[in-house]
């Protein structure tokens, strides 16, 4: 039986995106299913408008957490995104969340799934492990 990961992000800060990212990357990795259910403000991650950006007066520091990435050989969030694809990993937007926020599929990033809170649910059921980074 292969080993499944859920993570549930609820929030579009750069903290969050990148760790639900880094999490995802290196489960897959390691050969474990990964799925990353976005929901409320995390919505705007899978969305072609994405950048996020650190919270609160940290926000200013965002770029010199780029570069430092960037240093240490992380890729941006799109590239750390596109890492994650290409690695198997599942990405969906919460359908209830997409209807309350007015986000339309065809705003998606390319590969993002819409899925129903059941139905993520049962997927989570189904996990060794579920994480709620929000």
Known sequence: MTDKLCIVVTEGTFDK????????TTAAATGTEVHVFYSFFGTKLVTK????????MWRLLTGMFVKRM??????????????????????????????LMGVKETDLLPGTKVLGAAAFLKLA?????????G
């Open 17 to 24: 995106a990148t760790m639900s990212l880094m999490l995802a």
């Open 49 to 56: 408008k994405v950048n996020p950006k650190l919270p609160g």
């Open 70 to 99: 960037k240093g240490i050989g992380l890729g941006s969030y799109l590239e750390m995104m596109q890492q994650a694809k290409d690695l198997g990993v599942s990405f969906y937007a919460c359908s209830t969340t997409m209807q």
């Open 125 to 133: 059921s189904e996990s060794q492990t579920t994480l709620f980074i």
